[in-house]
């Protein structure tokens, strides 16, 4: 791969994972906007594990090299529900079993945040779901 994949290429495997993609900037950092099934108070765990396993498995496939993916969640277009992010690092280590899927949610868990919650309660973390069994 050159690691200048196009965006076409990124967008068709988040879809085909249940991913509403709104917009996505295939740089570095990739930035992915989508819109939730689950408009709802807190951004739905298991629709982050998708995407993220979407990502996982093209890096596996040599078909994506990881960057740091900033996802923002949306209810409707404009209107931000929540924002988390993974380091490229992160991908590289579950992929070569150095840390397990159950590392990897909660680091991403961790840098999560809710658009109508304060700055002190996101920084404590949230635990719960997993990219493994996709909650």
Same mark, same amino acid.
């Given at each position: 791969m050159t690691g200048d994949e196009p965006t076409t290429e990124v967008e068709p495997a988040l879809r085909s994972y249940g991913v509403s993609?709104?917009?996505? *900037? *295939?740089?570095d950092p990739m930035e992915l906007t989508y819109m939730t099934a689950f408009p709802g108070r807190e951004v739905h765990h298991g629709e982050i594990g998708r995407a993220l396993n979407a990502l996982i498995d093209? %890096?596996?496939a040599d +078909? !994506?090299?990881p960057v740091r993916v900033e996802g923002t969640v949306v209810r409707s277009p404009g209107d931000v529900l929540?924002? !988390?992010? %993974?380091?490229p690092e992160w991908f590289e280590q579950?992929?070569?079993y150095e840390i397990s899927e159950t590392e990897f949610s909660t680091r991403v868990l961790e840098t999560l945040s809710h658009a109508d919650e304060p700055v002190e309660a996101a920084?404590?973390?949230?635990?719960? +779901?997993?990219?493994? *069994?996709?909650?």
């Open positions: 993609v709104e917009s996505i *900037d *295939d740089g093209r %890096a596996e +078909a !994506w090299d929540g924002t !988390w992010h %993974a380091e579950l992929i070569r920084e404590s973390g949230e635990e719960g +779901a997993g990219v493994e *069994d996709g909650t």
